[in-house]
């Protein structure tokens, strides 16, 4: 669960609003400020706004309420809901406005999804100097907006189920959305190793793309793959083409494939460490510094100096909200059709939330936009019987 402290400055960043954090044990004086405030109170956190109100530990859509985004959707019934509002969802937006077709953006976090956290995008074409995630993720949202798509951001949808021909989407505000279509680009979250440090060195030297930040570290003596599956090795060796040597640090044994592990084993680039634990990730003026690791048999820790930590420990689709009612891969990804439908009629997946999407940035994009053209078809199948019931 995340602290509510963490959890209100997540919402805050993430909709980048400028705030001051002050420490109660930094700033003992302002203990009894609280205090006044909450008649006596030291509850934290306490939000206090610029017009002199504050809230006690507000709850993420109280927060969301004040720092004026919308949580309600104009009206109950669109063609399309999109749930997501990354670069894919986004962008299916952005067509979905030009074919002339009525659609909304839901998403629960942030709109510009994980881009929108990057420290730097340089491998996204059009921007030959690289552009900073939050500059890009904030010119999709302008170009959606350009185009009068309407945008719900800090808002979960809670589920969807079929009303006869239609779909019903459930809002964690209560609101229920009906449209003929939904298109689910939620992305997927990489899993997180949960040890100190973690949070305040993410884009500062600890990352989980190395085809996204690999190229920062050109030259690097060191930098550290946390991880032993196919994605760590296959990332280490693209890492490999920039660092001079890269550390592997692995829980249990490695678990990716018999080629891989051969061509990393053999590789005098590569040290490897099996059976051992991530305690702490290190950094220095907020720029990383080294990986803290204890050793299970023997209990021994080891430092790691290196340029760069990167986490490669899973992925997690965003779907936990479609429970049962589609079918997915093993990794818990939305299997879809040649068309992009999910085995659930009507709703279709893009980005990557979909099954054997390449998680990154340019083919999320494309996956969003071929996934509105695959989705304008059933609104067309859907306008033609309406017609021919209307005539008959």
């Known amino acids: 669960m995340v602290p509510p402290l963490q959890a209100s400055e997540e919402v805050l960043a993430a909709h980048r609003v400028s705030y001051e954090y002050v420490d ?176 305040d060195l993410i884009g500062a030297g600890v990352h989980f793309c190395a085809t996204c930040d690999g190229p920062f570290y050109k030259g690097a003596d060191e930098v550290v793959v946390i991880g032993g599956g196919n994605s760590a090795l296959e990332e280490g060796l693209h890492l490999s083409e920039f660092a001079k040597r890269v550390r592997v640090l692995a829980r249990s044994d490695l678990t990716a494939s018999p080629v891989l592990q051969e061509r990393v084993r053999s590789d005098p680039q590569f040290i490897i460490h099996t059976g051992v634990d991530i305690v702490e990730l290190e950094g220095e003026r907020g720029i990383f510094a080294a990986v803290v690791a204890r050793d299970h048999d023997s209990g021994e820790i080891h430092r790691f100096p290196a340029a760069a930590a990167f986490v490669f420990i899973g992925l997690k689709p965003n779907s936990a909200f479609l429970g049962d009612a589609v079918e997915r891969d093993a990794g818990g990804f939305l299997l879809t059709s040649a068309t992009m439908e999910t085995s659930m009629p009507g709703v279709f997946a893009a980005g990557d939330v979909r099954s054997g999407s390449t998680k990154q940035l340019g083919s999320a994009v494309g996956d969003g936009i071929a996934a509105l053209l695959m989705t304008r078809r059933q609104l067309e199948d859907h306008h033609h019987k309406a017609v021919a019931l209307v005539d008959a």
Do not use: C, M, W
Not at 116 to 142: H, K, M, Q, T, V
């Open 24 to 199: 109660v044990d930094e700033h003992p004086e302002a203990i009894e400020h609280i205090k006044e405030l909450q008649d006596g109170g030291q509850i934290i956190p306490t939000v206090v706004y610029a017009d002199g109100s504050h809230e006690v530990n507000p709850s993420d859509e109280a927060l969301a309420r004040r720092i004026g985004l919308t949580l309600e959707a104009d009206r109950s019934a669109y063609d399309l809901v999109i749930v997501g509002g990354g670069p894919a969802g986004l962008a299916a937006a952005i067509y979905a406005a030009r074919e002339g077709i009525d659609a909304v953006v839901v998403d629960a976090n942030a709109l510009g999804g994980q881009a929108a956290i990057s420290d730097r995008i340089d491998n996204y074409p059009g921007f030959p100097d690289g552009i900073s995630g939050d500059e890009l993720a904030e010119r999709f949202i302008s170009q959606a907006r350009r185009y009068g798509v309407e945008l719900l951001s800090a808002v979960s949808v809670s589920g969807v189920e079929h009303d006869g021909d239609d779909l019903v989407t459930s809002l964690s505000t209560g609101q229920q959305l009906t449209s003929h279509a939904v298109i689910v680009a939620t992305g997927s979250t990489y899993r997180r190793l949960d040890v100190p440090g973690e949070d």
